[in-house]
């Protein structure tokens, strides 16, 4: 048995451990609740917007006489700081969770689902397919949406007028020709940037060029398919080995480029198209920020010959605590602050939209599309037209699972090594392939 697979085995022993001292811990918050009837509800989340939470926590209790204890804290040290209240038994109702935390979470028994309440999943009529995927563990529902982004293809006009087109490209092979065009007029030595470094986001940029090219990394069952050659990953990794290493419109420097990084040199003019998150579009049209402010504009992303538009997204949500579900009353409460928060809030989807107008933060619910203001907001920087067609072609992470983090570095590696020639793609996909399918058979 390998390294991997031995410490993937602690890691699961450590989560049914921490589960059932949690719900030991956990069981008399759960009959106090019970005795005392009604009381304060206990919502954590991150850092993210305090006063516009605050202040619609303080409309939610206005509404309802449900009094609300509020606690945040910074992005970098809050899934940390949650497991250790999990596992500690700290009181807690609501909080916000991660869609690459629910796997985890639910393991190990310190997230509830919350499709038996009828009135919460009604929402899911209106809101995005792969926002509801993203919050779907093993058939159930686990929350309702905080906040969603997708990966989005974006150029630079001017340098496309430049090299002479009139259109964005809308298959990979165009990619190619217009990089090609525009390397021969020395426009852009490197007109695509793709950030393939080992980071958080690798696995963003990488789904997204998989699902374009009509390929997943795994099926509807979890087991690999990656490995195959039409609805695999192997056309997507083709397609980055020939951009570097045959037509030279890809630095080889991508696999040393992060996602930050790899922004800043889009938003300095050395490229002309770039993969980033949609939420960047508002600080690369922004001259304080970018050399080509106005004339960053999104496309749909490229297809492959066996794809379409396809893109990643990703999500965030407002969940149940388990101790919360124990108790009748407090789930009830909760659940009444997950629809205040994620769903509509005296007849409007209230909070998604103050979320946008304040920080940017994108909505999962279609209906807000058409609101007035927020196409306005939109329209300073972007297409909201074209970031709602995108939106409706994301799909989610098909590789979140308990032992992604164990398989994620093993996948990077063999993307790497076979764009910089140090491997074929399909031994470097088979490599992948094998380890994630040890993984769940270990699992």
């Excluded at 050395?270 to 960053?296: C, E, T, W």
Aim: glycine share 8%; net charge negative.
């Amino acid at each position: 048995m390998s390294r991997l697979i031995k410490s993937h085995i602690g890691r699961r022993d450590f989560l049914r451990t921490s589960a059932a001292a949690g719900a030991v811990a956990l069981a008399a918050p759960a009959r106090i609740a019970g005795a005392q009837g009604a009381q304060a509800i206990n919502m954590h989340a991150w850092s993210a917007a305090v006063d516009t939470v605050q202040s619609h926590i303080n409309a939610f209790t206005d509404a309802t006489g449900i009094a609300v204890n509020y606690g945040n804290s910074p992005w970098a040290q809050y899934r940390e700081g949650m497991v250790t209240k999990f596992v500690g038994g700290a009181p807690l109702d609501m909080m916000w969770v991660s869609d690459a935390w629910l796997p985890e979470w639910a393991e190990a028994g310190w997230i509830s689902p919350i499709d038996d309440f009828d009135f919460l999943t009604a929402y899911n009529a209106e809101a995005e397919d792969f926002c509801t995927d993203s919050m779907t563990y093993n058939g159930r529902q686990y929350g309702l949406t905080y906040y969603t982004d997708f990966m989005a293809f974006l150029y630079d006009e001017q340098k496309l007028k430049e090299a002479g087109f009139d259109a964005p490209p809308a298959t990979w092979d165009e990619v190619v020709e217009q990089s090609l065009v525009m390397k021969e007029k020395g426009i852009s030595e490197y007109p695509m940037m793709l950030a393939m470094a080992q980071e958080s986001w690798l696995i963003e940029f990488m789904s997204s060029l998989v699902y374009s090219h009509g390929g997943r990394f795994t099926d509807d069952a979890g087991k690999s398919i990656m490995q195959h050659d039409k609805d695999g990953a192997i056309e997507a990794l083709q397609w980055v080995v020939d951009a570097v290493n045959k037509h030279g419109i890809v630095s080889p420097a991508c696999v040393e480029t992060g996602e930050l990084s790899g922004l800043k040199a889009f938003a300095s003019g050395n490229h002309a198209f770039a993969m980033v998150a949609k939420y960047r579009l508002r600080m690369l049209n922004d001259p304080a920020q970018s050399q080509i402010a106005g004339h960053v504009k999104q496309a749909l992303m490229p297809k492959g010959a066996n794809g379409d538009h396809n893109t990643v997204g990703w999500m965030r949500f407002h969940g149940m605590a388990t101790q919360s579900a124990q108790d009748k009353q407090r789930a009830e409460n909760a659940a009444k602050l997950i629809e205040w928060f994620g769903g509509k809030a005296n007849g409007e989807y209230k909070f998604q939209k103050l979320l946008f107008m304040d920080i940017g933060a994108g909505f999962g619910v279609k209906p807000l599309f058409d609101d007035p203001e927020i196409r306005d907001a939109y329209g300073k920087y972007g297409d909201v037209d074209i970031i709602k067609a995108q939106q409706a072609l994301a799909l989610k992470k098909d590789v979140v699972t308990p032992w992604f983090g164990e398989w994620s570095e093993t996948n990077g590696s063999a993307w790497q090594a076979a764009i910089l020639g140090n491997s074929d793609v399909a031994s470097a996909i088979g490599k992948s392939a094998a380890l994630w399918d040890e993984l769940k058979d270990s699992y």
